[in-house]
């Protein structure tokens, strides 16, 4: 997940990817936007809104998480978002 400050759909996709990381259902990879990592994945995958998040190094979703679509996804693939 690439994540700004100040953003409401960062926190709350944080604290769903957190929760489903400490039932160690995902590896969660937390990147802020400001970073090189942050900068790099932002230019390749061009979300139009924070935050971005990546299955296993795929587009997922951008902006609010859609959590319906997560359940489906995480029933095929493990999703992979991180903090260096």
Same mark, same amino acid.
């Given at each position: 997940? #690439?994540?700004? +400050? ?6 709350? =996709?944080?604290?769903? %990817?957190?929760? $489903? &990381? /400490?039932? /160690?259902?995902?590896?969660?990879? #937390?990147?802020?936007?400001? @970073?090189?990592?942050?900068?790099? $994945?932002? =230019?390749?995958?061009?979300?139009? $809104? =924070? +935050?971005? #998040?990546? %299955?296993?190094?795929? &587009?997922? @979703? @951008? ?17 992979? #978002?991180?903090? +260096?």
């Amino acid at each position: 997940m #690439v994540r700004t +400050p100040a953003c409401h759909f960062c926190h709350e =996709a944080e604290e769903t %990817l957190g929760a $489903l &990381f /400490r039932a /160690r259902t995902i590896n969660l990879v #937390v990147v802020d936007a400001d @970073s090189d990592d942050g900068r790099d $994945l932002i =230019a390749r995958h061009r979300p139009a $809104l =924070a +935050p971005l #998040v990546l %299955l296993d190094g795929e &587009f997922f @979703s @951008s902006g609010r998480l859609p959590k319906h679509k997560l359940a489906r996804a995480l029933g095929a693939a493990r999703l992979t #978002v991180a903090r +260096p």
